[in-house]
């Protein structure tokens, strides 16, 4: 769309509105409706609603904002100074002329024995239509600073979600390549000790990075719950290759999940934890992870047993940035609750949708 189609459309737009608002102001005010009042109506809202909208619309559109310019500020006052009785000047011009019958006529007074129609003077009327003018001037200010103030508005949610996006992506490539280091490792350590499973790991490694490079950095994405189950299956699946351990491993979930959906990649981090610091080859100390969901909320709780090595006091960055990402993506929808007995961890989590 042009510059002028845009221009055309919003000065219709405002037109439409200004005319909306003032036939209805006019009608409020009618206490018995005929012909005359109606045509009063008419001649208020329409020819001189019109007028007034020129008036207000040459301040919203050419002096309101350069009024704002410490450098055009001067010249924007002289200008308005000069509209302001010009348009008093139009207004009583147009009346005389057309409706000076309506609106201008008092009555009659007796002049030497004779009866005389008495009307408005210029200068009766300049004094009631400058604070008509000076009103619609304000009008038109506060109308474009309000404009303004929206247009501000709208700039500082956009740069603000940026920001967040950025710092979503960041947060999200920090726990992918935490993930991706500790999947390596995995597979190293099966290859150093000359497992066949090796392909295996390989081969679901290249999934869960398929899944991983497949989600869009927007932060608004929401991904189907069942992709990030199917997506935990594989890692844990990454993991019991690890081990060798079917046992050392629970999963559990509910075999009927509602449509929902879900961040991606939320989850893992903290099954990840789990397997970092955690006991995952003892069949009678599994991770344990549970995981349930309502078209209410989503409740999903990760527990291990620790083991005796040295681990991050505080789960490490993955717990760490997991935490960033739900003050972003779910800030006032989530509940966290990580305790750490010294022998076993507890991370529970719930969204609410």
Not at 230 to 240: A, G, N
Not at 272 to 278: I, Q, V, Y
């Amino acid at each position: 769309m042009s510059d002028v189609h845009r221009s055309f459309r919003d000065f219709m737009l405002l037109l439409a509105g200004w005319l909306v608002l003032v036939y209805s102001g006019n009608l409020m005010t009618v206490i018995r409706f005929n012909d005359k009042t109606l045509r009063m109506v008419h001649i208020n809202s329409a020819a001189l609603g019109l007028v007034n909208f020129l008036l207000f619309y040459g301040c919203y559109r050419w002096i309101a904002t350069p009024m704002l310019d410490k450098r055009r500020r001067l010249l924007s006052a002289g200008i308005l100074l000069l509209i302001i009785p010009a348009f008093t000047l139009l207004k009583y011009g147009f009346i005389y002329l057309f409706f000076a019958r309506d609106i201008l006529y008092r009555g009659h007074q007796l002049i030497n024995w004779q009866k005389v129609e008495v009307y408005t003077t210029l200068g009766e009327y300049f004094v009631n239509g400058l604070w008509n003018n000076l009103i619609i001037i304000i009008a038109a200010f506060s109308f474009r600073l309000f404009q303004l103030w929206l247009q501000e508005e709208k700039k500082r949610a956009m740069l603000q979600q940026q920001q967040m996006q950025a710092e979503s992506g960041f947060l999200k490539m920090q726990l992918n390549s935490h993930f991706l280091i500790n999947s390596l490792n995995s597979i190293y350590s099966l290859a150093l000790m000359g497992s066949p499973e090796v392909v295996k790991a390989n081969k679901t490694l290249t999934h869960l990075l398929a899944y991983m490079v497949d989600q869009p950095s927007d932060i608004a994405y929401r991904a189907p719950i069942r992709e990030e189950i199917s997506y935990l299956q594989d890692f844990v699946t990454l993991q019991r290759l690890r081990t060798g351990f079917q046992e050392g491993i629970v999963f559990n979930t509910p075999d009927i999940l509602p449509e929902k959906n879900i961040a991606p990649l939320l989850l893992v981090p903290f099954v990840e934890n789990a397997f970092k610091h955690g006991v995952s080859n003892r069949p009678g100390k599994p991770v344990t992870i549970t995981l349930s969901c309502t078209d209410q909320q989503l409740l999903f709780s990760v527990h291990n047993y620790v083991s005796g090595q040295q681990r991050d006091k505080t789960g490490g960055i993955g717990l760490d940035n997991v935490r960033k990402r739900l003050q972003l993506l779910y800030p006032g929808h989530h509940q966290l609750d990580i305790r750490d007995t010294g022998a076993e961890y507890f991370s529970n989590l719930v969204i609410n949708w």
